[in-house]
């Protein structure tokens, strides 16, 4: 299996901003999707942005539309999150996966292991 690594996360104050990174193990990265999700304490993981394997195409959440950007280097096989106009609302563990698509982006599983995410706080 892949093994992915994020990182960046941390405390910000509402308004503020974060990059989070997100680092892949095995040849098959720059072939994928990638993708970004989130969970906060007693709810379940959700989808924030996508791109494909090129670059060329991204979604997001409605709820991040217009704050977060999403970006790879397939060089470094590494995907990026930018996280501006942090709120409350966003605080959350992040994690990165490989998806299907940006259209479909279910997170591929069976042969890309979650990993340990990134925290991010955000205080009002």
């Known amino acids: 299996q892949v093994q992915l690594v994020e990182s960046g996360g941390g405390l910000v104050q509402a308004g503020g901003s974060l990059r989070l990174s997100c680092l892949a193990s095995g040849r098959t990265f720059s072939n994928t999707a990638m993708g970004w999700f989130r969970q906060a304490p007693g709810k379940e993981r959700e989808f924030v942005a996508a791109?494909?394997?090129?670059?060329?195409?991204?979604s997001y959440a409605d709820s991040v539309k217009g704050r977060f950007t999403i970006s790879r280097d397939n060089a470094k096989n590494a995907a990026y999150l930018q996280l501006d106009s942090l709120q409350p609302e966003d605080a959350a563990g992040y994690y990165c996966?490989?998806?299907?698509?940006?259209?479909?982006?279910?997170?591929?599983?069976?042969?890309?292991?979650w990993g340990q995410g990134t925290q991010v706080t955000v205080s009002s």
């Open positions: 791109i494909s394997w090129s670059g060329s195409r991204t």
């Open positions: 996966n490989a998806v299907l698509s940006t259209i479909n982006p279910r997170p591929m599983t069976e042969s890309h292991r």
